[in-house]
C-alpha cells in the first residue's frame, strides 16, 4: 500500500519531463529515462511542497493530499495535451540521429535485465528483512529529524535542534547535521503523514527509487546519446560496483545526491549534443541541480559548481545573448527547490558543524598546515585506487584496450563536464582540510560515501568518451584468420 | 616466428570469443564476466546473512522493547536514559524510538522520569531519589522521581 503514496510525486516529474521533451520523453530509451528524472524532480518538488506546508499552514492533512493529487491530475493532462499536440504536429524538434534506433545486441540485454532483477532481490532482502531501519546516519539524521516532524506536533522544529552546531563544541555527535537540506527528511515524513504511520518501508522505497533510479537513468541517457548496447554495458559496470547497492540498501543521502548529479551531467550533456533541444535541456538541469541542493550540503557545492563551470566558465567562449537566456531557463528551473532550501537554511537550520563563525580562526590555521594537504591527497588517492575492490584499475585497462570513441558529436563539452567532477573533488579536499573532527575518522568514515555521490556520473561520462561493444566493420570478422599475420 | 604465433593465437582467441559473444569487442568481456558472478555472489551473500545467519536489525528490537514506554512519556518532556548496554550507538537507537519525548543520556541533569534499559544485569536497579513506576518485563524500566 505504501507505493501507492509515491504515485503523486512520479506523475508530477514525469508530466514535468513530458512537457518539456513533448518529443521523445514515451518513446523506447526516452521513456525510462523521462520516469527516472521523473520520479527524482517529483520526489524534490513534493518534499518541498510538504516542508512549506508545515511550516506555513501546519499539519498537512486531507487538504494537502487534495492539493498534491490535484497538482498531479492537472499538470499529467497538460503533459498529455502537449504530447498528443507534438507528435500530431509537423514540428521534429528531436533529431533524428539519436541511439533510439539502434539494434541491442540480445543477450547483452537479457543479462542486463536478469542481474537487474537479481540485484533488485538483494536490495529487497537486506532493506526489507535485514537492515529495516538503514544504517546509523539514518537514524541519527535523515529519519530521526523525520520522525521528529512526523510525531513532533507542534514542537516539529526540534528536527533541527542541534546542540553540537550551538555550542560549537564536537566532543559529542549528538543533534548529527541538522542543517542537511530535506529532500530525503522531506520525503520520508511526506510518505508518512499520507500513509498515517510511520512504517519502515517508507524510506525503504525512496532509497530503491534512487538507486534503481540511477542504474535506469544510465542506462537511458547513454541510450539516447550513443546506442542502447553502451547503456547495457554501463549498468552491468555499475552493477559489479557493488558499494553503490550496499550504499543504497543503508539508505544513505549520498545515493539520492549521485542521482541528482548524474542526471545533470547527462542533461548537460544531451544539451551539447543536441543543440535544438539545449534551452529544455537547461530547463531540466536547473531542477535536477537545486534537487542535489536539496538533498546534502555537498549538492549545494555541486549547484554552486555548475553555474561556475557551465555559465560563468562559459563567458566570453559563448554568444553572450544566447548565455544569458541558457542562464534565465536554468535559474526557472532552479526557482521551486532552491527558493524552498533559501526558506530553510535562513529560517530554521541551524549553523553548519564545519563552516561557522566560532571556528574561523581554527580554519585559517588548518588551511595554512601543509601537512593536512599531504594527508588528504594521499589518502584520497589511496582510497580511490582501494574503492570496491579496485574497480578503477578494471575501468583502466577496459579503456586500454577499448579505446576512445571518435565518432559522436557534441563530445568537444566533455572537458567541462570532467572539470566539474574534478572541481567536486577538490571542493571534498577542501572540506577535509578545515574539518575540526579528528582528520583521519573523518576521512575514513566519509570518503567512500563522497566518492559514491559522483561515481555514477564518472561511469556515465566513461562509457560516453569509448567505443561500444559493437565490433565495427573495419575489425577482423570472426573465425577469420587474416592473410597479413600469417 | 614469435610474432606469427602471436598472431596465431590472437585469431584463434578472437574466433572463440566471438563463437560465444558474435559481435562484440573482447574488451566487453571485462566487465561482462565480473558481472555475471559478483552480482549473483553479491545475492547469495545476502540469502546466506538473512536465512543461515538470520541477521537482523537491531532497530526493529529497539522499537518493539521501548514501545510500551513511548505510551507512558509525556511528549517533548526530557527524561534520564541509563543503560548497562556497554554500546556507543545504543544511545541512538533509543532516542529514535522515543521520539516525541526527549531523552537525556546519564542522570545529569535529573529530570522527573528516567528510563532504564538493564538486558545484562538480574534485578531491579535503584537509583537515588528515584522510584519505581513500572517494570515492562523486557529490561526496561519507567522510574520517577521520589516526593520529597
Partial sequence: ?486 | MVTEKIEIFKSDYKARINRYFPAVRGAVLLIVVPAFFIVPYYFLTVVKEVIVDKKRDPGVSYEERFAAVRQDLPAHAPFNYVSDYNDHIDFFYVRYALIPARLVQGMEPSHDLLVVQYLNTPGIPSFKGYELLKNYGNGVMLFKRSAK
Fill in chain 1, 1 to 486: 500500500m505504501e507505493i501507492l503514496a509515491f504515485i503523486p510525486p512520479i506523475l508530477i516529474g514525469s508530466a514535468i519531463v513530458v512537457m518539456i521533451f513533448p518529443k521523445f520523453s514515451l518513446k523506447g530509451a526516452g521513456a525510462v529515462f523521462t520516469v527516472c528524472l521523473g520520479s527524482g524532480i517529483g520526489l524534490g518538488l513534493t518534499s518541498s511542497t510538504i516542508f512549506l506546508w508545515l511550516a506555513w499552514f501546519g499539519r498537512p492533512g486531507a487538504a494537502y493530499r487534495v492539493f498534491e493529487v490535484g497538482s498531479a491530475i492537472l499538470l499529467t493532462t497538460i503533459a498529455f495535451y502537449r504530447f498528443h499536440d507534438d507528435t500530431s504536429g509537423s514540428q521534429d524538434e528531436w533529431p533524428a540521429d539519436c541511439g533510439t534506433n539502434d539494434v541491442p545486441i540480445k543477450w547483452l540485454k537479457r543479462l542486463c535485465i536478469i542481474l537487474l532483477l537479481i540485484s533488485a532481490g538483494s536490495f529487497g532482502l537486506k532493506t526489507f528483512i535485514e537492515g529495516s531501519y538503514g544504517t546509523i546516519d539514518t537514524r541519527i539524521t535523515w529519519n530521526y529529524r523525520a520522525r521528529w516532524l512526523f510525531r513532533g506536533g507542534d514542537q516539529w522544529e526540534h528536527a533541527f535542534y542541534s546542540p553540537v552546531a550551538r555550542d560549537a563544541e564536537y566532543e559529542d555527535d549528538k543533534g548529527h547535521a541538522a542543517d542537511y537540506p530535506l529532500l530525503v527528511t522531506g520525503s520520508v515524513y511526506r510518505g508518512w503523514e499520507i500513509m498515517g504511520n510511520d512504517h519502515f518501508s517508507i524510506p525503504i522505497i525512496i532509497a530503491g527509487v534512487f538507486t534503481f533510479g540511477t542504474y535506469l537513468l544510465l542506462y537511458a541517457s547513454l541510450a539516447l546519446l550513443r546506442n542502447q548496447n553502451q547503456g547495457y554495458l554501463a549498468v552491468l559496470f555499475m552493477l559489479v560496483s557493488t558499494q553503490f547497492l550496499h550504499l543504497g540498501t543503508d539508505q544513505y543521502g549520498d545515493v539520492p545526491l549521485a542521482f541528482f548529479i548524474l542526471s545533470t551531467v547527462a542533461l548537460f550533456a544531451l544539451k551539447d549534443r543536441f543543440p535544438a533541444i539545449s534551452l529544455q535541456a537547461i530547463v531540466l538541469t536547473g531542477f535536477t541541480a537545486s534537487c542535489a541542493a536539496w538533498t546534502k550540503n555537498e549538492g549545494l557545492m555541486f549547484l554552486v559548481l555548475v553555474i561556475l563551470v557551465h555559465f560563468i566558465g562559459q563567458i566570453g567562449k559563448n554568444d553572450g545573448s544566447n548565455l544569458l537566456k541558457e542562464f534565465f531557463c536554468f535559474l526557472m528551473g532552479m526557482l521551486p527547490v532552491m527558493g524552498t532550501l533559501l526558506y530553510f537554511k535562513l529560517k530554521f537550520a541551524p549553523r553548519n558543524d564545519m563552516v561557522n563563525i566560532p571556528t574561523l580562526k581554527q580554519t585559517a590555521f588548518h588551511l595554512l598546515d601543509l601537512d593536512r594537504y599531504l594527508i588528504v591527497i594521499t589518502e584520497i588517492f589511496k582510497k580511490v585506487y582501494q574503492f570496491n575492490d579496485g574497480i578503477v584499475i578494471l575501468l583502466a585497462v577496459y579503456f586500454l584496450i577499448s579505446g576512445l570513441d571518435r565518432s559522436g558529436k557534441g563530445k568537444k563539452h566533455i572537458l567541462s563536464h570532467v572539470m566539474l567532477l574534478f572541481l567536486m573533488m577538490c571542493g571534498y579536499l577542501f572540506a577535509y582540510m578545515i574539518t575540526p573532527y579528528d582528520l583521519r575518522w573523518h576521512i575514513g568514515s566519509s570518503i567512500r560515501r563522497l566518492f559514491i555521490q559522483l561515481w555514477p556520473a564518472w561511469v556515465f561520462l566513461f562509457f560516453y568518451c569509448v567505443r561500444g561493444p559493437e565490433q565495427s566493420a573495419a575489425e577482423d570478422q570472426p573465425g577469420k584468420l587474416s592473410p597479413e599475420g600469417l
